[in-house]
Every structure is written in C-alpha cells, then in structure tokens.
C-alpha cells in the first residue's frame, strides 16, 4: 500500500475545508429543491489532478459530508447517496487525471479536452447514476425528483468544473517550470 505524503495530507485537509467552504457559502441556489450549483467541483478536479485519486475521493467525502452535517436534518443531516457520488467523482478525477502533468508545467489544449471531457463522463456517472440510485435504495426516494435533481447537479457541476476546474489546473500548470526548462534544472 502506498503511503501519503504530509503534503497530500495537508492538501486533503485543506482541500475537504475549501469544499466545505465553497460548497457551503458559495454555493448559487438552483430552481430544483435542494440542488445547488456547486462551485466546488472545479476545486476537487483540480486537487485529485495534482494530487491523486485517493485524495480525490477524501476531499469529496469528507468535505460533502461536512456541508451536509452543516445542514442538519434527517440522518444526521448527512445525505450519504450524495457524498458517496462526490467522493467517487474526486476518485474518477484523480484517476483520468493521471495521464496530465500539472507539475510540470504542462496544461495545453489536448490536456484542457481531456481533463474536461473526463470530468464531463465522472459528472454524468456520479449524479446522473451513482446519486439517484443510492437515494433510491439507501432514502426510497421518489424517481420523478431524482432525474431533475441529478439533471441538474450534473449539468452545473459540468459547467462550473470546466471554469473553475480548467482555470486552477491551468493556472497551477503555469506556476510550475516547464520540465526541460532552466529553471527546472536550478531546482534539481
């Protein structure tokens, strides 16, 4: 089994912080009851880019299930269908992310298409599949509810991810020397 890093376990702390943050406060209300859409997905493609797949998945469960503890409610205010989706997103990310090489300073066009079209297909699955299906086993929710709310978490994750996600990666891909370049060659 491979072991985190302190700074992979700092980056899940601050990331499932910022998600709750973004997720909780920044949050722009949708017209479907309880769906929001949700700045914090681009923050969670972004760090399961740089820092893994299992970062990922933390980031998202921790920090979904902090929002919804927040909330209180029924089940402990938890929704567990939603946050198991949102870690099984930052999972999908981390994992497509793989092939990117953020660190080293490249983010080009191909790299925009691939990270977008691989988050685009973690949306769909995660909150036009994983989502409705465990509301309808895990809360016996009504389907009607479940295809307008996944319909439109799915959509405003897609389009807020390809913003805010593609802005940080590229940003981030940016502030990172270029592998082959001189500075990188002073760092070593």
Known sequence: MKKFSVKTI????????????????VAIPSPIPNTNISSQYGLLAFMAAV????????????????????????FGGIWWSWVIASAVCGLIMG???????????????????RFNVTQIIANIIC?????PALDV???????????AQGLMAGIGNIVTTAIIGTLLCL??????????????????
């Open 10 to 25: 700092v980056a899940i702390g601050i990331g499932a912080a910022l998600f709750f943050v973004l997720g909780r406060f």
């Open 51 to 74: 820092f893994g797949p299992l970062a990922g998945f933390l980031i998202g469960l921790i920090g979904h299930a902090l929002i919804d503890f927040s909330w209180g409610g029924s």
């Open 95 to 113: 994992l497509a992310s793989k092939k990117l090489d953020l660190s080293g300073g490249r983010f080009n066009g191909k790299d925009i298409v």
């Open 127 to 131: 909150w036009g599949g994983i989502a």
């Open 137 to 147: 086993l895990i809360y016996h929710e009504p389907t009607e509810k479940l295809v």
């Open 171 to 188: 940003a981030y891909a940016k502030s990172r020397p270029q592998k082959g370049s001189l500075e990188e060659e002073k760092d070593a």
